[in-house]
């Protein structure tokens, strides 16, 4: 004891004097540059991704039946033009043979994949007011109706009426025949619909599964292989999260086969740490914090919403598949063009619209099967079919132990001070207290020389 005593008088009296105290500044602001540098790696590695994913135990839990869209073909059918010009009336100068050889053109204003020559189309829309029908209504009439896409349908080993089944709605990738969907459209323009029901999960079913779940036959006596973006129908499959006025990649629905979907989510936590943290901190939004549109947060939802701003910045109107805002028209022929350009790349959007801290991940397993003409099915649901002319389509929920994953904060805030501590404390053999022990000593030793006349300065 009396060793460590003589030591620390001896410390004290080399620290007392001028030139001791500049080695020990010295030494002790290396350390402290050091032990910043560390800091700041620690601070950066909190600040670029405070989070990580972690796989938990899976578990056994019923999967909720997705939305299923079938998109009839994009190319108008021959039988609906011509019962469509039938009933138009012409102003002059135009007629029904111009209008039934150009009228494929209005496809143009739901589908990016349909080319045209502005004079058509702003000929067609001219003819469309002169009969006072908007775009809407027009392509409502020319596409596909569910009856004649969808000729039959199974449904929790039940044959019943497609129509009871699937509605046609407009999508943001032009009509669709939609099934256990919601439609934010929808709800927008039916004021009586607008409640609590905007943000209810779709309904669940326990017993969809091969035997049960959704079984169609597609009619494809239109499909024409020259062009599958234009000609084929399609399928789209989402879950509960998304809402169908943006449909997911779609599979076109090839004629002669049986398409069989097997539909199952992985389910996504996040930690309470997670949670709190700062919205820009975190790098994703909770799926309760709502848009200005959307009441479920999204990150394609975020870009439609970006996409639409876009369009009436830019344009001074929407798509026909936007969502309808009041006071906003609907883009005409000659805003077409620039309405396509108001595109949101997903890459420079990233720090605006963040992915979805809790969205499940959607897993969607196809499988695809020739029809064989000369074979005798078992199933009842197959007789009288002209297995050249359709396809069969499965969709089933796949009840199984789902993947669980949870978002985790690397370190709280709470324990990113314990770890600057810890680096305080390798670097000076000390607590934080050292920083305020090394900026007393920088202060006396600054007065000391101040206050000292510089004659005797360096004499101490």
């Not at 135990?57 to 019962?83: C, L, N, W, Y």
């Not at 969907?181 to 999960?201: F, I, P």
């Not at 309760?288 to 876009?310: A, D, G, T, V």
């Not at 929920?397 to 709470?414: D, E, L, V």
Request: aromatic share 12%; with cysteine.
């Amino acid at each position: 004891m009396h060793l460590v005593k003589q030591t620390q008088s001896h410390a004290l009296k080399n620290l007392a004097r001028s030139k001791h105290r500049w080695q020990w500044t010295l030494i002790l602001s290396i350390l402290l540059i050091c032990s910043i540098v560390v800091m700041w790696i620690w601070i950066e590695r909190y600040l670029e991704n405070p989070t990580y994913i972690v796989r938990l135990e899976a578990s056994k839990m019923d999967t909720q039946f997705p939305a299923v869209m079938v998109f009839p073909e994009v190319a108008f059918a021959g039988h609906r033009i011509e019962s469509f010009v039938k009933q138009l009336k012409y102003p002059p100068g135009l007629n029904k043979t111009y209008t039934r050889k150009v009228i494929p053109q209005l496809a143009a204003f739901f589908s990016p994949d349909v080319t045209y020559k502005l004079t058509d189309l702003e000929n067609i829309q001219s003819i469309l007011d002169y009969n006072s029908i908007d775009i809407e209504t027009a392509g409502l009439n020319l596409t596909e109706s569910c009856e004649e896409s969808i000729t039959r349908c199974r449904w929790q080993g039940d044959i019943v009426k497609c129509s009871q089944l699937f509605e046609m709605t407009l999508t943001a990738y032009g009509f669709c025949c939609i099934f256990n969907g919601r439609s934010l459209r929808r709800y927008m323009m039916n004021e009586q619909l607008q409640d609590k029901n905007l943000t209810v999960a779709q309904k669940l079913y326990k017993n969809s599964d091969f035997a049960n779940g959704l079984m169609l036959v597609i009619n494809q006596s239109q499909a024409k292989p020259f062009d599958v973006d234009i000609s084929y129908k399609w399928l789209s499959i989402h879950g509960s999260q998304g809402y169908i006025d943006l449909p997911g990649n779609g599979t076109p629905i090839t004629p002669g086969t049986e398409l069989s979907a097997s539909y199952s989510t992985d389910g996504l936590k996040v930690d309470e740490e997670t949670v709190n943290l700062n919205k820009d901190l975190r790098r994703c939004r909770m799926s309760y914090e709502s848009l200005q549109y959307f009441p479920i947060y999204h990150k394609k939802h975020c870009l439609f919403e970006r996409e639409m701003k876009m369009a009436v910045s830019l344009c001074g109107c929407l798509k026909i598949g936007h969502l309808q805002l009041p006071g906003v028209p609907v883009c005409r022929a000659q805003n077409l063009l620039c309405a396509r350009q108001a595109t949101v790349s997903v890459g420079k959007c990233d720090n605006i619209c963040p992915m979805t801290c809790d969205a499940e991940q959607d897993r969607v397993t196809l499988q695809t099967y020739d029809l064989d003409p000369n074979s005798s099915p078992y199933d009842s649901f197959y007789y009288d079919l002209d297995f050249s002319k359709i396809t069969i389509v499965r969709v089933h929920a796949w009840n199984r132990n789902r993947k669980m994953f949870s978002r985790k904060p690397y370190f709280t805030r709470f324990q990113l001070f314990a770890q600057l501590g810890g680096v305080f404390s390798v670097f000076f053999g000390c607590s934080v207290l050292s920083i305020l022990e090394l900026a007393m000593v920088i202060r006396r030793a600054f007065w000391t020389w101040i206050s000292t006349p510089r004659r005797f300065r360096g004499y101490n």
